[in-house]
């Protein structure tokens, strides 16, 4: 009896090692496929569908592209892309502008590119050319934007802003300076604090009431300023606040690209007689090109998830203009309209994909390739 | 290259050299040295004032903020604890045996759920103790889910980093058709859900079985590697409306599996990639040599990965850790009112129609960032010896 | 070749150097001449770097003058000192070609394009580069790495070279042939060079004059035939020649050192109650156990190519003797090991200097 449980159990032991190639992987496959996979693909159903709670369930009902069609051409469009009326001139000459930039640019690849390459080619530039036609229609134009620009404008120059200062930082801490490792603890706290602090705190600090800046407003003579009453204004402060939590990230990270630079490296350029400018602009930037791009496409795919903060700071207010996607669809399935909710969360899905995709293949694999080739 | 050209002597030097050239290597110019702890010095106090005006707003009572601003305790005004005290006290029914039910409540779900997650919650009180309430539930939800994200995603990375994968692209294809009619019958046709799935999985299995042979075309472990962590680029936005259904449909809304399920599955993409690279950079003849021991691969990774990589292990899980803390959109939608996370409880005093009391407010989010500012401090630590780094490189 | 600048002088004036607690620089004292090469040899934390990264002014010494050329450089910026240097690792840029690492400390100083090709084609072409001028680092072998660096260091002619083991990185075959061409082109250029090592070979087949460290301290200046011949010291004796000199513990009185089991006549007259007797394993001869110094047996027997080398176990330790190729003893039989009494030294057992 005793025997046979030990070879019992020793079975059981065999067979798990047997299957260890299976075990080790499934339970992580499984979960993204559940999790991950399978609501990705349920969302088309919500996205081309009208959604009803009933007494039994859920009821679909079959719209084809419905609601794609409000948000890009009907009566939700002001909400997404802002309101298109008139082309003005400066936004004609953008628009023209960048589609030849974007056409040249398709132009030259013509010759190299795969067929492969080339449909994402033009999958990409027929973004570009989509976003440029709706800047030129509504921003250039002098009409209110909508959710697509806003969170275009958080992802492009928010993302640039804090790179600059981020690398900056780090540049500065990665000199022989007193105090640095205070410096690298502070600076690095932001990142981790939650967003909704984050968001709560900003909103009392930016207080144009009873917040602290309001002397340093009343000294500028803007003490009645009142940040959030104006789109612009309300849009820069959000970007600032995101600033404050991310440009911590690039910073770490371009702090260690830095200082992994071999020292070797530097000091023989020191001895040759490379004044710091020489130094950083021929020997350590072009060994950190590849951590910068690439620590800069993994903050934009953050960033187009940006959600915490125009919620608690302004509600997406004033009307719309802080809102982001992400937070436009939150308020659609709030209102119980859930096929138009994913709707919109797809827009978002293909406007990453697009976006970071194109980023990566031209930009981050191109620095890859030249660092290691 | 001529002589003429290099200066020997200090004295040489202008005043214009002296100040912007550094006196030797390894130190700076006086210039730069002033300028670069001048910005320094600006940066930080622009990081750490928000924080300060957190806490010390959490020690002003209403007048102290409304006549405001003021900005040094016991000079601009005096410092009382009213904010604070209101966290523990403005609840009448908050005394010692209503937390230590609560409490009870949580380890009882807690347990429940390990166990099996058919068995009912205990619903809790969610008018009592609030705050309790929802710190119990953060740190519950938030250290499970990275255990078992830590767990699963650490698992997976060592398998793709060590064991060769071969998937059949057509049996991809071939879950994603049956994924997609699955979806239809159920949405279209009134099929019941676990009718339409069970019927899916019996097929795919029955069909991979038989044309699994056939197909030709199969992917590496790179392409495994790159599609989980190319899940992160997936707004969860997209996938969060049909989540919140299928919890739903199982009975599992406002419960804390929900919310482990779904923070583990969000930040799995990190773990597997961090990990991966920590695996990847071992020196396989120690598990080389374990094999040859005898060891299972279980053993091995148990025995002697793991604790090799302790270091970028510890990072890892407090990565996690503080994400899943901080987690907000997910919480949003799968919990109400039993399973309410801090920033939940957060979003919805700040959304209060009574106006917000600036005061109680800054001292609940004190308690919400105080753990995470402790585990940043820690977590810098690691990062400073470039753990990310190589992740990112990679 | 005719050299482009007459070498110049450099000194080390009561130098010291000390991080945080840590002396690693005693006190360095150091002339080296116009042309000449200086060998710093010395084991790991010998204190033999950290005196050529001064020199450099990678480090800033904690006490004391640098003088190159005449002139206190101290506390001149390495680009001002009109030095090169070559890295142990070479430290070659990975971003750019052959031809832009080579031509990188003029296009720093601003030279124009024109000039600098020249320079880099003649620079290329005296360490035999000439064809891989556009490769990238990470396309070249060892050997090649290293005359990149070379040439980066020769072409703008500094006043002085420094090289920081710069041989260390290569095989052994290669390692031969850099000294050789090393030797050779510096001698070409009459540029004074310092050279830091811990492998002796190197140190007695390039230097003119080798500095021996130990622990930051100097212990020898002088040419390698001094050093070997006429070692200043125990540490020195030791530490130059290969297998290392043969160390026999007893007293001296008069001009006979007692052994634990003999009487070894030595040159050296003096009186030690405890000395040092060293005798190198060429100066030592394998006889008869009857006839010899010093009694032993054979421990192992090693045929090495041109001379056998036969390991002896004594009362004192094992000793190594060089002995004819075709020695043929076997293990275990006692012999006689006879000493030559010119090659005997004694130093003192404390301390370790030696008595003359």
């Known amino acids: 009896m005793m025997e046979l449980t030990a070879r019992n159990t020793e079975s059981w032991g065999e067979w798990i090692d047997r299957h260890s190639r299976t075990l080790f992987i499934a339970p992580a496959v499984s979960l993204i496929l559940i999790f991950a996979i399978f609501p990705t693909f349920y969302s088309i159903v919500f996205a081309l569908s009208r959604v009803r709670f009933s007494a039994n369930g859920l009821q679909f009902r079959f719209v084809w592209f419905q609601n794609f069609y409000k948000q890009l051409f009907g009566n939700d469009q002001v909400h997404f892309l802002g309101k298109i009326e008139g082309l003005s001139a400066v936004g004609t000459v953008f628009l023209a502008i960048a589609s030849a930039a974007v056409l040249w640019w398709l132009y030259r690849s013509v010759r190299t590119a795969t067929w492969v390459g080339m449909i994402g080619r033009l999958i990409s530039a027929a973004t570009a050319i989509f976003v440029s036609w709706i800047m030129g229609a509504t921003l250039l134009s002098g009409n209110p934007i909508g959710t697509l620009l806003t969170t275009l404008f958080y992802v492009t120059i928010g993302c640039g802003l804090q790179f600059f200062i981020g690398t900056g930082l780090a540049f500065l801490c990665s000199q022989p300076i007193s105090g640095k490792s205070f410096f690298r603890v502070v600076f690095f706290i932001p990142l981790m604090i939650t967003p909704l602090g984050v968001g709560f705190a900003m909103r009392m600090v930016a207080d144009s009431s009873k917040g602290p800046l309001l002397p340093l407003l009343d000294f500028i003579g803007a003490g009645n300023w009142i940040w959030s009453a104006d789109a612009w204004s309300a849009r820069f402060v959000m970007m600032i606040c995101d600033s404050w939590q991310w440009i911590p990230f690039i910073f770490i990270v371009m702090l260690a690209a830095l200082e992994n630079v071999p020292r070797d490296h530097v000091e023989a350029a020191q001895v040759d007689g490379a004044s710091s400018v020489q130094i950083f602009r021929e020997i350590i930037w072009p060994q950190i090109v590849p951590v910068a791009v690439t620590v800069l496409l993994i903050r934009m795919i953050e960033a187009f998830k940006i959600v915490d903060l125009p919620n608690i700071m302004t509600g997406g207010g004033p009307g719309t203009s802080t809102e982001s996607m992400t937070l436009h669809s939150m308020y659609i399935w709030r209102s119980n309209d859930m096929g138009t909710s994913a709707a919109v969360a797809y827009l978002l899905l293909i406007l990453t994909v697009v976006v970071c995709a194109s980023f990566f293949n031209y930009v981050v694999l191109g620095q890859l390739r030249k660092a290691r080739a | ?394 | ?356």
């Not at chain 2, 699963?152 to 692209?169: D, E």
């Not at chain 2, 209060?352 to 989010?365: C, H, L, N, V, Y």
């Not at chain 3, 084609?121 to 990470?138: D, F, I, S």
């Not at chain 3, 007293?251 to 634990?260: E, I, M, P, W």
């Open chain 3, 1 to 356: 070749m005719a050299s482009g600048k007459p070498g110049v002088p450099v000194s080390f004036d009561k130098v010291q150097k000390s991080f945080g607690a840590v002396r690693v620089l005693e006190e360095l004292n150091l002339q080296v001449k116009p042309g000449e090469f200086l060998v710093l040899l010395g084991a790991s934390g010998s204190g033999k770097t950290t005196a050529l990264r001064i020199l450099s002014g990678l480090e800033t010494a904690t006490e004391g003058r640098v003088r190159i050329g005449g002139r206190d450089v101290t506390d001149v910026l390495p680009k001002y000192r009109d030095i090169s240097m070559v890295f142990q690792s070479y430290a070659l840029y990975p971003h750019k070609t052959v031809a832009e690492n080579i031509g990188f400390p003029l296009k720093v100083r601003k030279v124009n394009q024109a000039e600098q090709d020249v320079a880099i084609r003649e620079a290329a072409a005296q360490v035999q580069l000439g064809e891989l001028l556009h490769r990238y680092p990470r396309e070249l072998s060892g050997g090649q790495k290293q005359r990149v660096a070379l040439a980066r260091a020769i072409i703008r002619r500094p006043s002085v070279f420094l090289m920081d083991e710069p041989l260390s990185n290569l095989d052994a075959k290669l390692r031969g042939h850099m000294r050789a061409e090393l030797k050779h082109m510096q001698e070409s250029f009459g540029i004074t060079t310092i050279y830091v090592t811990h492998d002796q070979i190197e140190a007695m087949t390039l230097a003119h004059r080798v500095a021996i460290l130990e622990k930051g301290v100097l212990q020898q200046l002088a040419t390698p035939a001094e050093i070997y011949n006429n070692p200043a010291n125990l540490f020195v004796a030791q530490f130059i020649g290969s297998p290392p000199m043969n160390i026999i513990e007893g007293a001296l009185s008069g001009d006979t050192f007692q052994t634990s089991d003999g009487k070894i006549k030595t040159p050296v007259k003096g009186k030690a109650a405890k000395a040092v007797l060293g005798v190198r394993p060429e100066d030592c001869t394998v006889t008869s156990a009857a006839k010899g110094d010093i009694k032993g047996e054979i421990f192992t027997n090693e045929l090495i190519g041109d001379h056998t080398l036969v390991t002896v176990k004594t009362d004192g330790g094992l000793m190594a003797v060089k002995a004819a190729k075709e020695y043929k003893g076997k293990s275990g039989e006692a012999i006689g090991v006879a000493l030559l009494k010119s090659g005997l030294y004694v130093f003192e057992a404390e301390g370790g200097a030696r008595l003359r």
């Open chain 2, 1 to 394: 290259m001529s002589e003429a050209s290099f200066k020997f002597e200090k004295a040489d030097r202008s005043l214009m050299e002296r100040l912007f050239e550094p006196p030797a290597v390894g130190k700076m110019s006086p210039a730069a040295n002033v300028v670069a702890h001048l910005l320094l010095v600006l940066w930080s106090l622009f990081v750490l004032f928000p924080i300060y005006w957190i806490v010390i707003t959490s020690f002003k009572d209403a007048a102290a903020v409304n006549l405001g601003p003021f900005y040094i305790p016991f000079v601009d005004f005096q410092p009382n604890l009213d904010a604070w005290r209101m966290q523990f006290n403005i609840e009448p029914n908050c005394d010692l045996a209503a937390i230590a039910r609560q409490v009870g409540l949580l380890l009882y779900n807690t347990f429940a759920f390990v166990v099996s997650p058919i068995v009912a919650l205990q619903p809790m009180d969610p008018q009592i103790c609030k705050i309790y309430h929802a710190f119990t539930n953060s740190i519950v939800v938030s250290i499970i889910s990275t255990v078992v994200c830590v767990t699963v995603g650490s698992m997976a990375a060592y398998a793709l980093a060590r064991i060769q994968y071969k998937p059949k692209f057509g049996n991809i294809m071939m879950f994603v058709v049956l994924c997609l009619l699955v979806i239809a019958a159920t949405s279209y046709s009134g099929v019941p859900w676990w009718a339409s799935t069970a019927v899916a999985l019996a097929l795919f299995f029955l069909l991979a079985r038989a044309f699994g042979k056939h197909f030709k075309h199969t992917l590496g472990n790179g392409d495994i590697l790159f599609w989980i962590i190319s899940q992160r680029i997936l707004p969860p936005i997209v996938v969060i409306i049909p989540v919140y259904i299928m919890f739903q449909s199982v009975g599992l809304l406002d419960t804390h599996l929900a919310l482990i399920i779904m923070y583990a599955v969000a930040n799995l993409p990190i773990v597997v990639w961090l990990m991966h690279d920590f695996f990847a950079g071992l020196p396989i003849e120690l598990e080389e040599s374990a094999q040859l021991d005898g060891a299972t691969r279980f053993a091995i990774f148990w025995e002697i990965v793991l604790p090799l990589t302790r270091p970028g292990l510890a990072a890892t899980t407090l990565l996690t850790l503080i994400l899943n803390w901080n987690e907000y959109l997910f919480a949003v939608f799968l919990a109400f009112a039993n399973v309410q996370t801090m920033p939940i409880m957060v979003a919805a005093k700040n959304a209060g129609e009574k106006g917000i009391f600036w005061w109680e407010m800054s001292a609940i989010i004190v308690i919400m960032i105080g753990p995470v500012i402790i585990m940043a401090i820690i977590l810098q630590r690691f990062i400073a010896r470039g753990v990310l780094l190589g992740a990112v490189k990679g």
